[in-house]
Structure formats: C-alpha cells, structure tokens
C-alpha cells in the first residue's frame, strides 16, 4: 500500500539516537516504546519520563541495564553535529555560534541540547532543533 496516508514511518525517517537508560534495571526494565527523555547526569544519558513530563526520546527496544546502548527515536530535534566550543560548557546547555568558527554556552535556552562533552578534543556533541 504505497499510497496509504499516516501510520508509523520507517526507521530511516528522523533523528535515532544511542542513549544509556540510567533508570534501567532487572527488576524495572526499559521496554520497546517507552517514553523517556534527556539527562543532565552525563553523556548521552537518558531516563523514563515521569507524570507530565514532554517526551523527548522513544526507546525502540528493551534494555534492562544502565550501561546497555539503547536505540532511540529523538523528537524535537532535526540532527546532532559536532562542534568545537570556548568557555565552560556542559551536558544539557544550549549553544550559539561564537566568533571562531564553534559554539559557546547560550545566555538562555534555545532548543539544542549538549550531549556530549569531550574535554579533550574541546568539542561538543549538540542535538539541534
């Protein structure tokens, strides 16, 4: 049925990430199709959404461990770069361009969300709107 309009689209559609579930465990596990989103706790952490909470991730099967990879569908969001940055910078700050070609900490939230941090490297992985 190649014309039939709305239903789920196939997974090459969208933003899918690899997250790590921190509220993951044997006795609680994360099933497919959970609502979750983003964690401030470190990179590329994720949890279950609590009661009222905006769903930012879909977890696209079971994990049942905290440092289990797990493949997420990502909503609000269009694609994740890397970027160099300059100043002090965490997981979960939004960025602005800064005058050399990366990106700094944003006075106010804007939409893109640090994911990563690599102190190293001195670069970011940003998820952006």
């Given at each position: 049925?190649?014309?039939?309009?709305?239903?789920?689209?196939?997974?090459?559609?969208?933003?899918?990430?690899?997250?790590?579930?921190?509220?993951?465990t044997?006795?609680?596990?994360?099933?497919?199709?959970?609502?979750?989103?983003?964690?401030?706790?470190?990179?590329y952490?994720?949890?279950?959404?609590?009661?009222?909470?905006?769903?930012?991730?879909?977890?696209?099967?079971?994990?049942?461990?905290?440092?289990?990879?797990?493949?997420?569908?990502?909503?609000?969001?269009?694609?994740?770069?890397e970027?160099?940055?300059t100043?002090?910078?965490?997981?979960?700050?939004?960025v602005?361009?800064?005058?050399?070609?990366?990106?700094k900490?944003?006075?106010?939230?804007?939409?893109?969300?640090?994911?990563?941090?690599?102190?190293?490297?001195?670069?970011?992985?940003?998820?952006?709107?």
């Amino acid at each position: 049925m190649l014309n039939k309009r709305g239903g789920i689209l196939p997974d090459d559609y969208g933003l899918s990430l690899t997250v790590f579930a921190q509220d993951a465990t044997n006795v609680a596990p994360i099933k497919a199709g959970a609502p979750m989103k983003l964690a401030t706790t470190g990179a590329y952490h994720a949890v279950r959404c609590a009661d009222g909470d905006a769903i930012q991730l879909v977890a696209k099967h079971g994990v049942s461990d905290p440092d289990a990879p797990l493949g997420v569908h990502a909503y609000g969001y269009s694609r994740n770069n890397e970027f160099p940055y300059t100043g002090t910078i965490a997981v979960g700050d939004s960025v602005v361009a800064n005058a050399s070609g990366g990106v700094k900490k944003a006075s106010a939230a804007n939409g893109s969300y640090v994911a990563l941090v690599n102190t190293s490297k001195q670069t970011v992985e940003v998820l952006l709107p």
